[in-house]
């Protein structure tokens, strides 16, 4: 059998539709940055480990530097870039602003994008490990502190700015209706 | 990362027919950790045969009663499956307790079988490894082994099986199906996995180019009161150093029925049938958890940096069984 190294895929990203030959070697991460100009999503360990690169696949939280670009045709990704609506952030990135959930701001696109995810995954009535009794009838998990952390574990900060971090996921969590209906809402409601 | 050609398979036999046994081809299905090793150099496929579209991404009740879990289902949909978290609550624990939430969101069952240890001497090309490169040596034995195996073990290799879903599975007599070009095929998980004898290059009993379709969840009526307890060096996000799995039906205060599995300490989840046979019948105190657990360990011959998990899996077995005694008493 011949070997074919390379193909045309076309992605959907942030709702528009990308063209282009790759390596089947390429990572949705450097397709994202190097081919497509849209380097908001960082590459932080490229081992699937820290978290910086996380970007919505499906409505879902991935690392893009262990997804192949290849296998991402057909797939809706969201970055960081696709979050927001025009000017008006989400306001899950408004809550990072409001209550300072940085220091470099390297890991914060990986962050917002795995903390809208996670409310989602929060919404729908996943359990988490920090939940104890997982089954149904224990009833849903509040957002505690305790679970917000365990649920943002992929998500490493070299500045160590976990406690803003956490509250600014625990400030977005106020607005979880109009996270889970994919609203963006006005700026600085969420406060 | 070597140059590679990638196909979609269309259905089942397709994929099967795909990869044509090639021993230089894979199935990628979430690539959480094929992907990963081919960055590293450990994996070096010609061809990847992607299964991860296959519709094999449903839970449905079986026959038996039980429950039927297709290879392409999420780590996360498994964990979050009302009826497993009810029916098997260890099992949605343990997948819980591994790896973050976007490796869960991308992994999927079939795929968790088949990671690849974590040992570091596996995942350095640079380093001998008789997994890796069959002949080359151990060097874990007289190296860093602080995480590997206490039990199982040989002198060709001490590495662990990472995964914690397996470890649940496993104490849940989990059956595995798959197909091959001859037709379909199944094995319990305790079965799956190879002895690591002087080959540890051959982990698991699948056929050459078999591909995993389902896992099947007997009706386990004790599983319903059962547990994962997990332990690492951080409080998330990281593999066990130890771990268990256990299910346990008391009633009058003597065990009725019980189920046992150890993480982290073999190069396959470890069914502690020795500590079953000892709970079973007995009285469901401390002192008969202590002793199921030192029956199942006297198998234990730990490495020079590797002696605590001797004592760790001790107590950890007597802490969840206890934990266990204690919820059904309330």
Known sequence: ?191 | MKEFDYRRAPDVMGAVTLLDNDPDARYLAGGTNLVDLMKSGVERPARLVDVRELPLDRIEPSPDGGLHVGATVSNSDLAAHPEVRSRYPMLAQAVLAGASGQLRNMATVGGNLLQRTRCAYFTDTTKPCNKRDPGSGCPALSGEHHNHAILGASESCVAVHPSDMAVALTALDAVVHYETAHGQGEVRLDQLYLPVADTPHRETALPAGALITGISLPPVSVAAHSRYRKVRERASYAFAIGSVAAALDVRDGVVRDARLAFGAVASRPWRARTAERALIGAPATAETFAASAEAELAAARPLPHNGYKVTLMHNLTVAVLSELTEAVAR
């Open chain 1, 1 to 191: 059998m011949t070997l074919q190294t390379s193909s045309v895929v076309t992605l959907h990203i942030n709702g528009e539709k990308h063209t282009l030959p790759v390596d089947h070697r390429t990572t949705l991460l450097d397709a994202l940055r190097e081919r497509l100009d849209l380097t908001g999503t960082k590459k932080g360990c490229d081992q699937g480990q820290c978290g910086a690169c996380t970007v919505l696949v499906d409505g879902r939280r991935t690392v893009a530097c262990l997804q192949l670009a290849v296998a991402t045709e057909g797939r809706e990704v969201t970055t960081i870039e696709g979050v927001a609506d025009g000017d008006r952030l989400h306001p899950v990135q408004q809550a990072f602003l409001d209550l300072d959930g940085y220091q470099c701001g390297y890991c914060t696109p990986g962050q917002i994008c795995s903390a809208i995810g996670m409310l989602a995954e929060h919404a729908a009535g996943w359990p988490s490990a920090a939940s104890g009794d997982v089954r149904p009838a224990a009833g849903p998990t509040p957002l505690t502190a305790d679970e917000i952390r365990e649920r943002m574990s992929g998500n490493l900060c070299r500045c160590s700015a976990y406690t803003s971090i956490v509250e600014a996921v625990e400030r977005a969590a106020e607005t979880a209706d109009s996270i889970k209906a994919g609203a963006p809402v006005e700026s600085g409601a969420a406060a």
